[in-house]
């Protein structure tokens, strides 16, 4: 076990998990606005095992999909980081980025402020060559934060293997940033 890495930029903080933001999340994952684009809401048990396991990979490896809190109130508002997905995909092994915020908090550029230092993160600190991101394809918004993050979509749509087939969520867009193209943006 390691002590989890925090980042900080002007409005948030990535850090480890507190049992306090269960309860936050658990509404998050309940709300079908929030989970619009996976296959099904979470209750409040599957919620809580799924943010036991990201809290678990955060202080296994140091970094992971940090919980995020505003710097003003300290309020939970989600998860924004970087993982190793365990299943197969068209990119496997890869590094991810990913997000999911509470509907209150959108609109506010919080995920596209925390990507940015989470991939800040990956390129200077974890020294990754490349990062990936995959959404739905009718997740705009998504696809506009990854656009945010200087992001590329690589035209390389692909069935996410763990969405049931026939589920009009499974085809999902692929985005990639290499180091190069980051340092270029920076």
């Known amino acids: 076990m390691t002590t989890p890495i925090e980042l900080c930029t002007d409005r948030l903080l990535l850090r480890q998990w507190k049992d306090d933001d269960f309860a936050v999340f658990a ?3 309940a709300d079908p606005q929030v989970m619009e684009y996976y296959p099904e809401t979470l209750g409040t048990e599957a919620s ?11 202080s296994e490896r140091s970094w992971g999909f940090w919980a995020v809190e505003t ?8 998860f924004v980081g ?3 997905p365990s299943y197969d995909l068209p990119v496997t092994p890869c590094v991810e980025i990913g997000w999911r915020l509470g509907k209150e908090f959108w609109g506010n550029g919080y995920a596209t402020e925390a990507g ?25 918004k998504s696809s506009a934060v990854m656009e945010r993050l200087g992001m ?7 069935e996410h293997p763990i969405i049931p087939e026939n589920h009009p969520l499974r085809e999902h867009v692929l985005f990639k940033i290499t180091q190069a193209q980051w340092s270029n943006k920076t």
């Open 71 to 78: 710097l003003k109130d300290h309020q939970f508002i989600g």
């Open 82 to 84: 970087l993982h190793k």
């Open 152 to 158: 590329i979509n690589t035209q390389e749509n692909f």
């Open 48 to 58: 809580n095992a799924m943010a036991q396991k990201i809290q678990g990979l955060l």
């Open 116 to 140: 940015s230092e989470c991939l800040r993160f990956a390129f200077d600190e974890l020294d990754l060559n490349e990062v990936f991101s995959f959404t739905s394809i009718t997740n705009t």
């Open 27 to 29: 509404k998050m994952n």
